[in-house]
């Protein structure tokens, strides 16, 4: 089945260490997004790739980075994890072709940071 | 910050009364979207509106758009239990923009 799938599903992980969350999409679309969801604060951004190669800033981009060197990657790097990097990460693709923004989701990373 | 702001933040129904959920945001849009959201799940696209359109249908769902107030609503009919969910709504400023989110109503419809 077509979509998005993000791993792992679930991580507990100590102050200070590095932690990539991998995201994989086999729908072709041209853009890739992470997002993370804290409860009373709703989805924020963090960053952002409009297509291979190139990544932007969202709103919460301090303590991640982003790479794309491929259309179906996008993995999530935090260098060295901190307790309010705790949340529910979700990776999603649009195709911009289409010219809506209309989001496919992943079923996202539940990241707790002790 | 977040460009749209779902009200109510939480609201509870019984099964077959409808379900409204309004959304305000700040700058002017390409599009509107609607989302839903399972506990526990990642978030499905619902319904899109364009900013030249007022309202648009899909099954059960009934949106409407009014750009003079920067603001949408969301109307369930005849609400079911599996309708239980997080709603989101989410903007589409202009071109390539990501989408952002408000922070959602919790919709609960009691059987």
């Known amino acids: 089945i077509a979509g998005i799938t993000q791993a792992p599903t679930s991580q507990i992980l100590a102050a200070g260490r590095r932690m990539t969350l991998r995201c994989t999409q086999d729908?072709?679309?041209?853009?890739m997004y992470w997002y993370r969801q804290d409860l009373g604060l709703g989805l924020r951004l963090i960053h952002y790739?409009?297509?291979?190669?190139?990544?932007g800033k969202g709103e919460v981009p301090d303590g991640y980075s982003v790479s794309r060197a491929n259309t179906d990657d996008f993995p999530l790097t935090l260098a060295s994890a901190v307790p309010s990097q705790t949340s529910v990460y979700f990776c999603a693709s649009s195709d911009q072709g289409a010219n809506t923004g209309e989001l496919f989701f992943g079923e996202g990373s539940r990241l707790t940071v002790l | 910050s977040q460009q749209g702001e779902e009200d109510p933040q939480a609201l509870s129904i019984q099964e077959g009364e409808n379900a409204t959920m309004n959304c305000s945001y700040k700058?002017?849009?390409?599009?509107l979207q609607w989302y839903r959201q399972n506990s526990g799940r990642g978030l499905v696209h619902l319904i899109l509106?364009?900013?030249?359109?007022r309202e648009k249908h899909s099954g059960r769902l009934r949106v409407t758009l009014d750009t003079s107030k920067k603001s949408s609503s969301l109307l369930i009919t005849a609400s079911r239990a599996a309708d239980t969910a997080s709603y989101f709504c989410a903007t589409v400023n202009s071109g390539n923009t990501p989408l952002v989110f408000g922070k959602g109503t919790r919709l609960s419809v009691i059987a």
């Open positions: 729908m072709r679309h041209n853009a």
């Open positions: 509106i364009r900013s030249n359109e």
């Open positions: 700058t002017s849009i390409n599009n």
């Open positions: 790739s409009n297509t291979a190669g190139t990544t």
